[in-house]
């Protein structure tokens, strides 16, 4: 009655996100982390020759497989560029309109998508917990085309009100809120991917909209996490979970050493012809 | 702002970041009356260079970061000489800003992003430091403009932001389209550290591989100390100009480094000591910082001691060993 298949909340997003990326487009992904890993698992998998650039200024690299660990620290990750830049370079190609998508993770979204990477807490001077800051996610969801955001969908990260605004979104959702304050026209975020769900914006609106829904959750599943209600796509479509074959790529040549990948764990089984989740283990008690 | 037409240029909106005023003529000045034109020897010890060109207060500038290519020896030095209220930029710095921070040489960071952990969190909320936000790449552009001697330069991001609410940036009406369009002050560091893969003594320098901002960073700051693996001949230099990253006349100091960059890479040469990394992350982590610090700066007196006494020959060799993908670099 089974075909179990376990995989975890990271893989899932990776995933997704790779599955949309397409060879004619150009990215500007975050130079590590999951954003990195979709495009690296679409280039071995959908989009082979698909090209991206990241901050450091390198365009168009050809990472080897297996990826090397600390792939941040290592020139293999800007082997075989076509070029070999500087942070300002890279970002006039995305002010002049260059880069059709930038990929990012955040640790907060709003309705709006506008997201966090700076801090959580109230207080920006004596932060509860800080991070890392918006590095070049501000530059990129403002100046490519389309943004797709990464995050785990959690009450804690669909918020209703951001600790702080790192980068922008659709801002207040009104009409020419971005370009009021200096962003280029027609640009905005485009997708937010998680685990369970891959959300858009809506076009009048601007406000999040759920399009795509694992078909071991559910729509009541997916706004239970949520502190705000999105719209919701009226021919919502079902997310195919992830395929033995991305799994394994992944497992074994995009992330060896699995500290991307990790996440919390979901094993699904196939009973009476629909997929359920029959456990969840959070990745502290993987151990 | 009065136009020439005598219209007013609207600030319609700006930060509370605060931020050092920018002064081209200032920077035009130091140049003239400070920067050496001629060919001169520069090359000196790192902690002659640390003492002349890094004061107690200065704002810091670095390219690339501890995990590549970045100044570290230098860094360890600043550490050791005990600099105090440093302004760090940290356009894409990793664990850098945490070390110096660690040193108690810190006091405001302009970030864009830095890795950050308890060191950085707990120095917020004793009080003793102040961050301003950037992004990477408004901080290296902010080098541009100091790069190119004017006070600011328009970009089309930050605004709408809380980045932009904690930043100096400021937003405008554009006079030439009537759009709204950011503005950012430019900096002028009052010095510049920076790893380089090769220079003569003069500092004519070259820099192999992907980098943030290293021309903007040494043409905006007031002093350039170059750290360099290798120093060749002049000679060499004026063979291949067109492999020349930077002129010699922005450079004041020039210290022989090589294995400058560990525990990170400079791609090419040698890898980076994960080994190392994961022990200053356990360090950071059981707020063992002191330790560390006296381990790898305070009880080794420099980098060559440091690299004799700490890391070893064996250990040196597995790094530049384990570095198999030359290509671009070298060759």
Known sequence: ?287 | MASPNGKTIAVLDEGIGAYRQPDPDGMRRFVRDHKDRRLVDKRMTEQDAVSRFVDDGAYVSYDTNVWRRGPSSLMREVIRQRKRDLWLAAKFSTHDATLLTAGGCVSKIDVGWMEVGRVITEAMNAGRLKLYEWTNGALAYRHLAGALGVPFLPLRYVGGTDVFRNSGAKLIEDPYTGQSVCLVPAVNPDVALIHVNQCDMYGNARIFGPGLAPVETAMASKRVILSTEEIIDTEEIRKHPGATTLPYYLVDAVVHAPFGGYPGTVPGLYGADLQHLMEFGVAQAQGKMDEYLEKWVFSVSSHTEMLEKRVGLEKLNLLRAGETHTEGYYT
């Open chain 1, 1 to 287: 009655m089974t075909a179990a298949l376990t995989f975890t909340t990271n893989e899932a997003a990776i995933v997704y996100t790779s599955r949309m990326m397409e060879e004619d487009r150009l990215y500007f992904v975050a130079i590590g982390g999951p954003p990195l890993l979709a495009v690296l698992l679409s280039k071995q998998l959908h989009a082979p020759k698909i090209a991206y650039v990241v901050e450091d200024g390198t365009i168009a690299p050809e990472m080897p497989v297996p990826t090397p660990p600390f792939m941040i620290g290592t020139g293999l990750a800007s082997s075989r560029a076509v070029a070999w830049t500087d942070m300002n370079t890279v970002d006039f190609h995305a002010g002049l309109g260059y880069l059709d998508y930038g990929v990012l993770a955040a640790v907060q979204v709003d309705q709006f998508g506008n997201f966090n990477s700076t801090f959580l807490g109230d207080d920006f001077d004596r932060p509860a917990r800080r991070f890392g800051g918006p590095g070049g996610a501000t530059e990129i969801a403002a100046l490519c085309w389309r943004t797709i955001l990464m995050t785990r969908l959690e009450r804690r990260k669909f918020v209703k009100k951001l600790d702080f605004m790192s980068s922008p979104g659709f801002l207040d959702g009104s009409p020419g809120a971005r370009e009021r304050v200096g962003m280029p026209a027609e640009t905005g975020p485009y997708r937010v991917v998680t685990e369970r769900a891959v959300f858009g914006f809506d076009e009048e609106t601007r406000r999040m909209t759920l399009l795509a829904v694992a078909p071991w959750s559910s729509v009541d599943d997916v706004l239970s996490e949520m502190e705000f209600v999105p719209l919701v796509a009226a021919d919502l479509q079902s997310l195919a979970p992830p395929t033995e074959e991305e799994l394994a790529m992944l497992r074994a040549n995009i992330d060896p050493t699995g500290r991307t990948i990790s996440g919390d764990w979901i094993t699904l089984e196939e009973a009476g012809g629909r997929l359920r989740r029959v456990v969840a283990e959070p990745a502290a008690s993987r151990a």
